[in-house]
């Protein structure tokens, strides 16, 4: 397998335009997790799906964060409109069944000027 | 309040010097416990994990960790180092009444000096 596939590997884009990541879970995962990294907070889980379904969204930071996941191989996390302070690593991860360990995508670097 | 604890940020080990990475946790039940490396510009690799049984586990990269109930900890161990193991860890839980969420601690960075 492949593992978890997240595109693009970096993005950088200007204050206020919309940003789309994408992730591939594992093939036969679960549940999906999307998580941001910075220096000050460190990692953060913004929201997970278990069978395409949203379960837990209390981590994403407001409004202009939105995520879907319109099948069992694909989902996005979206931000409209981008600030600076969204400059981070988003991580996409994928598990089997509830409490498992999770696998990681590479992540996106987000840089937004 | 329930957290995950890794009291060292920095640690630095010469190489083939054996290493203890700490980790404590905070939550009433004992929740499932993991350990994740981290290389710069890389993703989190599962290094191992705790559910039950024998509290001695063995990991990827010659890892191991120890789960002690009465000290809420989750140690994670290496005989000798090597410098490839510079790398940021760590450690993870999932608590019992949390359902499926990933509590990180904050992590720890390993130096390798030569």
């Known amino acids: 397998d492949a593992g978890v596939i997240q595109s693009p590997r970096h993005e950088v884009t200007e204050m206020g335009q919309e940003v789309t990541l994408r992730c591939k879970p594992i093939?036969?995962?679960?549940?999906l997790f999307w998580y941001r990294q910075t220096m000050m907070r460190g990692l953060e889980l913004l929201i997970y799906?278990?069978?395409?379904?949203?379960?837990?969204d209390s981590g994403m930071p407001e409004d202009r964060f939105s995520a879907k996941m319109p099948n069992a191989s694909f989902s996005t996390l979206k931000i409209q409109p981008s600030e600076p302070r969204d400059s981070a690593v988003y991580f996409c991860?994928?598990?089997?069944?509830?409490?498992?360990?999770?696998?990681f995508g590479p992540g996106t670097r987000l840089t937004v000027t | 309040a329930q957290s995950v604890t890794q009291p060292d940020i920095h640690i630095t080990v010469s190489e083939g010097a054996s290493l203890e990475l700490r980790c404590n946790y905070s939550?009433?039940?004992?929740?499932?416990l993991f350990w994740y490396v981290q290389s710069p510009g890389q993703g989190l690799q599962l290094l191992l994990k705790?559910?039950?049984?024998?509290?001695l586990v063995q990991g990827i990269k010659g890892f191991e960790a120890e789960f002690k109930r009465s000290q809420s900890s989750f140690n994670l161990r290496k005989p000798s180092v090597h410098w490839s193991d510079a790398a940021e860890y760590f450690c993870?839980?999932?608590?019992?009444?949390?359902?499926?969420?990933?509590?990180f601690g904050a992590g720890t960075i390993l130096r390798v000096k030569s």
């Open positions: 991860a994928s598990s089997l069944s509830a409490g498992n360990e999770q696998y």
């Open positions: 799906f278990n069978n395409n379904v949203p379960i837990d």
């Open positions: 939550y009433g039940a004992t929740p499932y």
């Open positions: 705790y559910f039950s049984g024998d509290t």
């Open positions: 093939s036969g995962h679960d549940y």
């Open positions: 993870a839980v999932v608590p019992m009444e949390y359902g499926n969420k990933l509590v």
